[in-house]
């Protein structure tokens, strides 16, 4: 009874403002940003990147940042402190049979559909900039790409391995924009020595 009391305790403690790292306020929480995610020298499905482009907003509103706006016209003439625009290319998308044509295609048996896997492949650059000047204050390279194979009969693969590797964008805009320590914020400030 006593290691339970101890452990809710410790968890109390853990849990109060300011008592470790992990709570601190991400460095943007009093700025304003527009998001855009845009194709970049190759285009791919227009509903793929409003996906990418919602979701990043709905990632960054969870506590990243005060306020968010979303969308080309927010980015070139909103009245947001800070813009993110992701760019996407090298958009590849596939979906592959592990039997053949001839067997994939033709109907009858419904655990043909556990025999695909999809792919999907897109490099990413995100970056992060004060709306005043356009100086860039973060910037993050990245490729993502995901190989998914279905769980059930029934589910469809291509809209499983485009929500993950879209999980994968938002996971890197939220090391990008959530970051604690004070030297994002810095950076957005103009600070000198600040890097």
């Known amino acids: 009874m006593t290691r339970g009391l101890l452990t809710l305790a410790a968890l109390a403690t853990l849990a109060a403002p300011g008592s470790s790292a992990k709570d601190k306020q991400p460095d943007l929480r009093p ?3 527009a998001v855009e995610a845009r194709w970049g020298s190759g285009t791919g499905p227009e ?3 409003a996906d990418v482009e919602r979701a990043l907003a709905t990632s960054a509103a969870h506590g990243c ?3 968010i706006s979303t969308g080309a016209s927010a980015v070139s003439g909103g009245s947001s402190e800070l813009v993110l625009v992701a760019t996407l ?3 590849v998308e596939e979906l592959r049979f592990d039997d ?3 067997t994939a295609v033709t109907p009858g048996e419904p655990s043909k559909e556990l025999r695909r896997v999809a792919m999907v492949d897109v490099d990413n650059t995100l970056r992060l900039y004060v709306r005043e ?3 860039e204050v973060a910037t993050k390279s990245f490729h993502a790409d995901v190989q998914y194979r279905p769980m059930y009969i029934g ?3 291509q809209a499983s391995a485009r929500a993950r ?3 994968d964008i938002v996971d890197e805009s939220r090391k990008l924009l959530c970051k604690s320590g004070g030297k994002l914020a810095a950076r957005v400030r103009g600070e000198p020595g600040a890097r």
Request: no cysteine; net charge negative.
């Open 31 to 33: 700025f304003s940003l």
């Open 47 to 49: 509903a793929f990147r």
């Open 65 to 67: 940042v005060a306020e």
């Open 89 to 91: 290319d090298g958009f």
């Open 100 to 102: 053949s044509l001839a």
């Open 133 to 135: 000047g356009a100086r």
């Open 155 to 157: 589910e469809e693969p």
């Open 165 to 167: 590797v879209i999980e």
